[in-house]
């Protein structure tokens, strides 16, 4: 599981390196009268599946943003059992994208992208592929959460989308 981890975030680190690259090529090339038409579209395809690695890896570390001020003041089950529930409305609505999208990257495979000769369906196929890794990462995080629940582990550090209490408050006292 690590390897993948660390596959996941290298690819991230390389799709993010090669948007700078072609970003900079195309502003070189333009400045000397020879524009690299293809690149900005390439980089432009690299952004929208850096975009769904990023995602996942937000929900891997629980770092998406969210406004939590009231979830905060419930009580541990309430807030457990909401989180839950919003998991679990979060995944349908993942899965949902994940064959919506699929039967949209399989209209589009015909489709040429822009300048770059390469099919659209590399475009639209990030919604599906990013989607099922991100219901994937939630999944593990629901059941996590449950089996916390179930064997009568604390229930702070099994939230489904928030950190520990003990984290978000290093986390901010980090910042200042």
């Known amino acids: 599981m690590r390897f993948l981890l660390a596959l996941e975030d290298a690819l991230a680190k390389l799709l993010?390196?090669?948007i700078v690259l072609l970003v900079f090529l195309a502003a070189m090339a333009r400045t000397f009268g020879h524009p690299l038409?293809?690149?900005v579209d390439l980089a432009q395809l690299f952004?929208?599946?850096l975009a769904m690695l990023g995602a996942n890896k937000a929900l891997?570390?629980?770092a998406h943003v969210g406004v939590d001020f009231?979830?905060?003041k419930l009580p541990v089950r309430l807030r457990h059992g909401l989180e839950i529930l919003l998991g679990l409305m979060t995944l349908a609505f993942l899965l949902t994208m994940a064959w919506q999208g699929a039967r949209l990257t399989m209209l589009n495979l015909?489709?040429?992208y822009g300048d770059s000769?390469?099919?659209y369906g590399w475009v639209t196929g990030a919604v599906p592929a990013g989607c099922l890794l991100l219901a994937l990462t939630l999944t593990v995080h629901l059941v996590r959460s449950l089996a916390g629940a179930f064997t009568g582990g604390s229930l702070g550090p099994n939230l489904v989308f928030a950190r520990p209490d003990?984290?978000?408050a290093g986390a901010s006292h980090a910042a200042e």
Do not use: C, P, T, Y
Request: hydrophobic fraction near 55%.
């Open 16 to 18: 993010l390196g090669a």
């Open 37 to 39: 038409i293809w690149s």
């Open 47 to 49: 952004f929208v599946w």
């Open 60 to 62: 891997r570390i629980k």
């Open 70 to 72: 009231f979830v905060r």
């Open 110 to 112: 015909e489709r040429v």
């Open 117 to 119: 000769g390469i099919s």
């Open 166 to 168: 003990e984290d978000m």
